[in-house]
Nanobody, 126 residues
């Protein structure tokens, strides 16, 4: 069982930056693929970014490519999402997710993940 706790959300003006963090409770979480998803009111949960357990492979949603960067620190059981050039349409609740993998794979579908954090609100004002 892995518990995930997100932090770093908040209110920022358009064009600004935020850095989200996700702390995992399992010391073996280095063997988990990790991802970030977001959900705006009335919309489906969308893929944002993901990384393999090694950190050597990453993937991004089309709307955040070139602006967001996912990274992980396996020694600290954390994964980060650096968000730059934020836009009002980035406003959503952001969720961290994890799934144990035996190969260093990237998972981009929400259904691939079986552990989720509680979410952190990101609001971008225009």
């Amino acid at each position: 069982q892995v518990q995930l706790v997100e932090s770093g959300g908040g209110l920022v003006q358009a064009g600004g930056s935020l850095r989200l963090s996700c702390a995992a409770s399992d010391r073996t979480s280095s063997r988990y693929a990790m991802g970030w998803f977001r959900q705006a009111p009335g919309k489906e949960r969308d893929f944002v970014a993901a990384t393999s357990w090694s950190g050597g492979s990453t993937s991004y949603g089309d709307s955040v490519k070139g602006r967001f960067t996912i990274s992980r620190d396996n020694a600290k059981n954390t994964v980060h999402l650096q968000m730059n050039s934020l836009k009002p349409e980035d406003t959503a609740v952001y969720y961290c997710a994890a799934v144990r993998t035996y190969l260093s794979l990237v998972k981009t579908a929400a259904n691939d993940y079986n552990y989720w954090g509680q979410g952190t609100q990101v609001t971008v004002s225009s």
